[in-house]
């Protein structure tokens, strides 16, 4: 199977499962850091786009912001582990028989603050009434992550893919700069990173193996 059907497949499986219907903060179209609207989270394969669509019939602002973020890694093309269950089975696989697809999902959400009721009452904006959203921001964040982590867990593999999960390289960890958390409030930033084992497609006429015949 192709990298970009395995990416594609992945990209449909998200939005689908973690993100179609919920409704999170994002940037308004003024971009003020005061105000936001909200808007379903969107995937993305490598980058997030830098302009609107104009196509997009939903009408919403293409943001940095709620998003997903796929992005893969390097991995090992022909090779596989030996699993315990298979050696104690007597099973011998062929280490070229599979290979890895490693990615990280780099999760973001947008968070300005929480506004109280006396916000609402007035006719000018006054950040007297905007709590600042640290924390809010942290617990939205984690709490997607967590989502994401629990699908893949229970799945424990990507439909229309030939993607398995290995659970055991599953991580999960907010986007950190020498070891403290990047700060660029109101945007928050983490990530879910896992390694899938899949198949890896024999290549025939071998030049080698003609030689050796």
């Not at 936001?36 to 939903?58: E, H, M, W």
């Not at 999960?172 to 896992?194: H, M, Q, S, W």
């Amino acid at each position: 199977m192709k990298t970009r059907q395995r990416l594609i497949g992945l990209r449909d499986w998200l939005q689908a499962t973690v993100c179609d219907g919920r409704k999170m903060k994002a940037p308004p179209n003024s971009m003020d850091t005061l105000d936001f609207t909200y808007q379903d989270p969107k995937v993305y394969i490598g980058f997030a786009p830098q302009r609107p669509n104009p196509f997009d019939p939903s009408g919403d602002r293409v943001s940095v912001a709620p998003s997903i973020i796929v992005m893969p890694n390097p991995a090992k093309q022909a090779y596989i582990e030996e699993k315990r269950w298979d050696r104690f089975d007597k099973i011998r696989r062929n280490k070229e028989m599979g290979q890895h697809f490693n990615v990280t999902m780099l999760c973001t959400v947008y968070e300005p603050g929480v506004r109280d009721a006396a916000f609402a009452m007035e006719d000018n904006i006054d950040v007297k009434h905007i709590d600042e959203g640290t924390e809010q921001g942290i617990f939205t964040l984690s709490d997607w992550m967590d989502d994401i982590r629990d699908r893949l867990l229970s799945q424990q593999f990507i439909p229309n893919t030939d993607l398995f999960l290995d659970a055991e390289s599953l991580i999960e960890a907010f986007y950190t700069d020498e070891n403290y958390i990047v700060d660029k409030r109101p945007l928050y930033y983490g990530y879910v990173a896992c390694d899938f084992g899949c198949f890896a497609e024999r290549h025939e006429q071998n030049p080698i193996d003609d030689f050796l015949r």
